[in-house]
């Protein structure tokens, strides 16, 4: 069974500084590996995404992340983030050929602050 | 213009009670899900439907009952309301399910209270 791990519930960091969101999977099959963000009150609305190719994809708003295989993990970052990227981030995956089924960490609480 | 929509937003209903939730998307997509997520925020598809025939059905308890009238929308009615229903619940939409992935677009949510 596939299961996603977010290491951290909740991420403080000022504004205008770099920021990283960890994300490791398991697997034993090949993911597509996601990463989606929630604002207060709002759905989730799809930042990026790893499907196959280059390991390092470049998202909205300025987010990237980089797929380690070896290391199977997914992390996210920002280089210099802004007080609107306050939000719950949430990573997920989807097994290969297996559906369309969205198995999700328990997402990390992304707090900027002045 | 709304992709995905969901109503009501908000729904305070009592324990015992029978309530339904309705999603509509004008996405002219094939495959509708709903999720639920947790008061600690955790995210777990419930259901799927491809061409309003089910193809997901995650260990649900009976009393969750999806109806997909036609595939522009996917209704969740909910029998005998619990106070762990109580959370807030996601539709979402896709294209027609392949071998290969297709990005799924979230309603903005209805919050359900159970008192």
């Known amino acids: 069974a596939q299961s996603v791990t977010q290491l951290d519930s909740q991420v403080p960091v000022f504004e205008e500084a770099p920021v990283e969101l960890r994300c490791n999977y398991s697997s034993s099959v090949s993911v597509y590996l996601f990463w989606y963000v929630q604002y207060p009150n709002q759905g989730l609305q799809l930042l990026l995404k790893y499907l196959s190719g280059s390991t390092l994809v470049k998202g909205i708003n300025g987010f990237e992340a980089e797929f380690n295989k070896s290391q199977t993990s997914f992390h996210l970052r920002k280089p210099s983030v802004h007080i609107s990227d306050t939000a719950e981030y949430f990573c997920a995956v989807i097994i290969t050929g297996g559906g369309n089924k969205l198995t999700f960490g328990t997402g990390t609480q992304l707090k900027v602050e002045l | ?115």
């Open chain 2, 1 to 115: 213009d709304t992709a995905v929509s969901q109503t009501p937003k908000y729904l305070v209903t009592q324990m015992g009670n029978d309530k339904s939730i309705k999603c509509e998307q004008n996405l002219g997509h094939d495959t509708m899900y709903w999720y639920k997520q947790d008061s600690k925020k955790f995210l777990k598809i419930m259901f799927s439907y491809n061409n309003k025939e089910l193809i997901i059905n995650e260990t649900v308890p009976n009393r969750f009952s999806p109806k997909s009238p036609d595939k522009a929308h996917l209704n969740l009615h909910i029998n005998s309301l619990e106070l762990g229903d109580s959370a807030v619940y996601f539709c979402a939409s896709s294209q027609a399910l392949s071998g290969t992935y297709n990005e799924q677009f979230f309603g903005p949510g209805t919050r359900l209270t159970v008192l």
